[in-house]
């Protein structure tokens, strides 16, 4: 199901651990994925917008 929403722990798994301080660093810097705050201020990540994310920096040997 691509519009499952994931954890931030789940979204730092499917990033091969990438910490918690760089998934949050990125979204000060504005290039994190996608995220939606829920009303108890959790964040969630769409699998598609997150698989959208990772296509968007994918580089093409030259």
Do not use: H
Request: hydrophobic residues 40%; positive net charge.
């Amino acid at each position: 199901m691509d519009d499952e929403l994931m954890t931030v722990p789940e979204v730092l798994t499917a990033l091969n651990n990438v910490s918690r301080r760089t998934f949050y660093r990125w979204r000060e810097l504005g290039i994190a994925p996608a995220c939606i705050r829920l009303p108890n201020g959790e964040l969630r990540v769409s699998k598609k917008d997150l698989r959208i994310w990772l296509e968007q920096r994918r580089e093409v040997a030259a």
